[in-house]
């Protein structure tokens, strides 16, 4: 079993940056982890996701902005945001799985089956 553990979250203005950080309490069942974000009254989305051998995928609305890494060695994932728009604020949950490797296009929930708790990230114009 995993647990995440989130932290760097907050708010900031328009064209600011955040790092989210998301440690795993084991690495067994994270081999694939990622990023996903809820604003209210939207359907949660993926963001990023990176696989064991470290490919990443993105959504098409981070253009560019974001990058996800981990330390495998820390079991620990980031997701580094920069130039964040108000269109960015949700909370964002990280995700870990049993997956080596991720093939599709997509950030896709089913490639994942354990959830952190969430931070909020809120941005103003």
């Known amino acids: 079993q995993v647990q995440l553990v989130q932290s760097g979250g907050g708010s900031v203005q328009a064209g600011g940056s955040l790092r989210l950080s998301c440690v795993a309490s084991?690495?067994?069942?994270?081999?694939?982890m990622g990023w996903f974000r809820q604003a209210p009254g939207k359907e949660r989305e993926g963001v990023a996701a990176?696989?064991?051998?470290?490919?990443?995928i993105y959504a098409g609305f981070v253009k560019g902005r974001f990058t996800i890494s981990k330390d495998n060695a820390k079991n620990t994932l980031y997701l580094q945001m920069d130039s964040l728009e108000p269109e960015d604020t949700a909370m964002y949950y990280c995700?870990?799985?049993?997956?080596?490797?991720?093939?599709?296009?997509?950030?896709?929930?089913?490639?994942?089956?354990?959830w952190g708790q969430g931070t909020q990230v809120t941005v103003s114009s």
């Open positions: 990176i696989d064991r051998p470290g490919k990443s």
């Open positions: 995700a870990a799985g049993p997956r080596w490797y991720l093939l599709g296009q997509t950030v896709d929930a089913t490639d994942f089956a354990y």
């Open positions: 084991t690495s067994s069942e994270s081999n694939s």
